[in-house]
């Protein structure tokens, strides 16, 4: 089986070394093709502007400078001779839960994949600062991580889907299982900017300092992870809300 490693958090990232280790479990066919620097809230962007460049750093090893997106289109076009069976996005450092899913460049390289008929996985590492300071915050990542991929190799796998794997902030031990659940949503959109200025004296703005607000609906990504469980939630591409298809048409007809 061949597998293809990718995250948006950068080739250097840590959670990249997790997610190649979990790999190697199942192969020892992977190939790893990243983006170059760090790309976390890239969403599902393609660099259109500027040159790409494909950097080798070993065999079966490469970065792009550009986005997740880039990534896994240059390794499906112009890296790999055949295409993977599987694509693997992560460990992403931090949650991609709920409606946040279409920032994260982590999903999005999933979603790339499964554009391309490719059974794509993305994974992320909900943070936690009690954990971090155990000294290793993949740790439920590593451990579970295996026990997440197996069950969804044996699975049927549609076209046009993919499945978005969060891990919970505990140590291996305390988490609970594996959970199916659907998609979540946040309560309030993102409206923490924090202004600042520069040393030259000019304002600045940062993004998404804060945590937040959600209510745990039963069944969700969120509430899945709040009861300390692996999240496991299918997606699909299609985004048309089917229950509004038959209102509007009537809404347009003569
Ligand atoms: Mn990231």
């Given at each position: 089986m061949r597998i293809l490693i990718t995250n948006d958090d950068g080739y250097h990232a840590p959670g990249l070394a997790v997610m190649e280790a979990i790999a190697h479990e199942f192969s020892d066919d992977v190939w790893v093709c990243a983006p170059s620097e760090e790309q976390s809230g890239a969403g599902h962007s393609l660099t259109l502007n500027r040159p790409v460049r494909l950097q080798k750093f070993a065999d079966k090893r490469f970065a792009v400078t550009g986005t997740p997106t880039d990534s896994v289109m240059m390794a499906l076009r112009?890296?790999?001779d055949a295409p993977p069976d599987l694509i693997l996005s992560g460990v992403n450092r931090g949650a991609n839960l709920g409606d946040d899913i279409t920032y994260s460049g982590t999903v999005s390289a999933a979603i790339e994949g499964a554009l391309a008929g490719v059974r794509s996985i993305a994974f992320s590492q909900v943070y936690s600062r009690d954990i971090a300071g155990t000294g290793d915050e993949f740790a439920a990542a590593r451990e579970w991580g295996p026990k997440t991929i197996q069950p969804l190799l044996e699975a049927p796998f549609e076209d046009r889907t993919l499945i978005n794997v969060n891990f919970p902030p505990l140590l291996p031990e305390a988490v609970h299982g594996i959970r199916v659940s659907r998609q979540g949503f946040h309560d309030y959109s993102r409206g923490s900017i924090v202004e600042g200025k520069d040393p030259r004296g000019h304002r600045y703005f940062w993004f998404g300092l804060h945590p937040i607000e959600h209510t745990l609906d039963h069944g969700t990504d969120l509430e899945a992870i709040d009861d300390g469980y692996v999240s496991v939630t299918p997606l699909q591409l299609?985004?048309?809300h089917h229950a509004a298809l038959e209102i509007l048409a009537a809404r347009f007809a003569d």
């Open positions: 112009e890296v790999l299609d985004l048309t």
